[in-house]
């Protein structure tokens, strides 16, 4: 748990420094563009559904919301890189779309392991999942929120 506050505070104080003043200074679309571009690597979710990458007792149910999760969160996102590059109409829905399903799956999949999976070792190499790339998948959620809202109230400002 400690490796995941870890990661948490890291990825939020590199996000502060140096991709959110960088975001800012880049098009709405090709900032969110970029954010998406992380995102679509979520497949990676799937492998909890690999006997072998994880332990065999691993609950099979748990496994299966994890991946099929993941790999909705990365098809929205890559959905979202497609709309945001041929600038459709529907680009910015899209990516609403996308980072809500992904921000809520990644809570629900925390909530459920840290509900459901008493022992962290049934992870086996997926341990890096949640304690590392969760936290940095979060916090680009949370960039790609504060872009559409703070691009939302400057547009209705103007």
Not at 95 to 107: I, M, R, S
């Amino acid at each position: 748990m400690l490796s995941v506050a870890g990661a948490f505070l890291t990825s939020a104080v590199v996000a502060s420094i140096y991709v959110w003043p960088a975001l800012r200074a880049m098009p709405r679309y090709e900032a969110l563009r970029l954010l998406a571009a992380f995102n679509a690597f979520r497949f990676f979710g799937m492998n909890f559904m690999v006997a072998g990458f994880v332990s065999a007792e691993l609950s099979p149910t748990f496994a299966a919301e994890v991946g099929w999760g993941d790999l909705i969160a990365a098809s929205l996102a890559l959905a979202s890189i497609a709309a945001l590059s041929w600038r459709w109409s529907i680009a910015v829905p899209v990516v609403w779309a996308f980072n809500v399903w992904g921000t809520l799956d990644l809570l629900n999949a925390y909530y459920v392991g840290v509900t459901k999976i008493q022992d962290p070792g049934l992870f086996g190499a997926g341990i890096y999942i949640p304690a590392l790339y969760v936290p940095l998948l979060l916090v680009s959620h949370v960039l790609v929120f504060m872009i559409l809202v703070r691009s939302g109230a400057e547009e209705k400002a103007a």
